[in-house]
């Protein structure tokens, strides 16, 4: 069996697109035929599986100036189809790229297999503060997804979301395992000098922030909790660490008298060293259908501070690796932040549940559970056929 995967983004830092990656090592590993195809002009892990189209235009997306709208022309996917002829295609995100493959493999007969990655309505509802475009979006990811044989939710809550706001219907869904590489984020990547090449000190505490640096992300909340945390204990002495690209890196200068610091996009050993030499990992996003970024921070032994709104609240269990806190209280972030970082003897103890907790959560049995519902989809079409 081939599996063909498109997708908008691979060269990007962000979770969805090391988390592709990361199923096309396992691929490799496992010497299952998964090919992924996309369009970008990012740097893309040099290996045979992995295909880069020409686009005929591409621009900046709007609210997101670090992810590339990429239009393909439809005879270079036809073209690869043709060449690679699979047995599934499945499309990982309904951007132009994602849309442009769906309509074309859909013509060509092959079975369609998805992820609900992103929660679109959500964040463009955040972006614009209209229930009208979110309803529209809505219509709009009901529309794309429609056809598919089966879409994948990233957690729980989202199949909920997928049933009820897009009418993907229970039948036809199910929750994809998550997963993270356990090697790749581990405490033993933690670095005593990590913080000096970025001019920050090790003697201070570290509050770490992995991910878009955007409002649909929840960052002005977090800067206002931060300086609310920091006005009422400054005699608690610790940083917030942002890694990541987005527009509120604007702010730099504003915040930095709060020692609040952003350190731009990491990737690689660097990310690893971030996450393993911090003391506390803070995530108040509300529309991330997971928050692959969590799952790495407790690989990396962290303490994670999630919102109670999405999909990373599943991730945590609830005062042993972190604690879910509602995203329209502030005070009780402010609160949670002074407990853990007063208190060495919890962060110890988040550090040593988190790791333990997030073992279970192996990249291998996502994968494999990724694989075995692919072919049960096609065994199935084909006795149909």
């Known amino acids: 069996m081939r599996i063909c995967l498109f997708t908008d983004t691979l060269g990007d830092l962000n979770g969805v697109s090391r988390f592709i990656q990361d199923m096309g090592e396992q691929a490799q590993h496992q010497q299952i035929d998964l090919q992924v195809i996309t369009s970008t002009g990012k740097p893309l ?33 036809r073209s690869i189809l043709n060449e690679l002829k699979p047995d599934i295609v499945h499309i990982s995100t309904p951007g132009p790229f994602g849309w442009r493959a769906k309509s074309i493999a859909e013509k060509m007969g092959y079975p369609l297999v998805g992820t609900y990655h992103t929660d679109f309505p959500a964040y463009l509802h955040d972006l614009t503060g209209s229930q009208w475009v979110k309803r529209e979006i809505d219509r709009v990811m009901h529309r794309f997804y429609r056809p598919f044989e089966h879409v994948f939710s990233r957690s729980q809550v989202y199949l909920e979301v997928m049933a009820s706001d897009i009418g993907i219907d229970y039948q036809r869904a199910s929750v994809l395992f998550p997963g993270t590489n356990l090697s790749k984020f581990h405490p033993k990547h933690k670095n005593e000098q990590a913080w000096s090449q970025y001019g920050l000190s090790k003697e201070r505490l570290k509050v770490l922030y992995v991910g878009r640096i955007n409002v649909e992300k929840n960052i002005p909340f977090l800067i ?18 942002m890694v990541g690209e987005g527009r509120y890196r604007k702010w730099a200068d504003k915040v930095r008298p709060y020692h609040a610091y952003f350190l731009g996009p990491l990737e690689g050993e660097r990310l690893s060293e971030v996450y393993a030499s911090a003391d506390l990992f803070v995530f108040p996003s509300t529309t991330d259908t997971l928050g692959q970024v969590v799952m790495e921070a407790q690989a990396s032994g962290l303490g994670c501070l999630v919102s109670n709104v999405g999909g990373p609240q599943s991730l945590i269990v609830d005062n042993e690796t972190g604690q879910i806190l509602p995203e329209e209280k502030p005070s009780e972030w402010v609160e949670a932040l002074f407990q853990v970082l007063s208190n060495p003897q919890t962060r110890q103890d988040f550090k040593n549940n988190s790791r333990q907790h997030i073992e279970r959560y192996n990249i291998v049995d996502s994968f494999n559970q990724f694989i075995e519902v692919h072919k049960k989809i096609y065994h199935s079409l084909c006795q149909k056929n």
């Open 45 to 77: 892990p040099q290996h045979a599986y992995v295909h880069n189209l020409s686009c005929l235009f591409k621009m900046p997306m709007p609210f997101y100036q670090e992810m590339d709208l990429v239009w393909p022309s439809s005879k270079v996917i």
């Open 224 to 241: 206002e909790i931060w300086k609310a945390f920091r006005e009422s204990h400054p005699e608690i002495e610790a940083d917030l660490v």
